[in-house]
């Protein structure tokens, strides 16, 4: 328990030392660092297969239908 304690009192003393040094610009970028270091990218990516293919199929299924060409062009008439 006490190792914990000193550990999240390190862990402020770094953030707060950070925060002193660096600007807006800088502790973004910490920031966005910290995150993704500590993100779970499995998680993160593992629906992406499964919506491409839901894409993919709806790509398909699109491009079956015969409801107008985009390479059809129609001359128009002056009344």
Known sequence: MASSVSSSQS???YRETIATLSGGKDANEEAWMT???SSN???LLQPAPLSIALLGSVLCIA???NDF???HHHACRAL
């Open 69 to 71: 060409s985009m390479y």
């Open 63 to 65: 491009s079956g239908t």
């Open 35 to 37: 995150m993704w270091c």
């Open 41 to 43: 990218w499995a998680e």
């Open 11 to 13: 862990l402020a003393q």
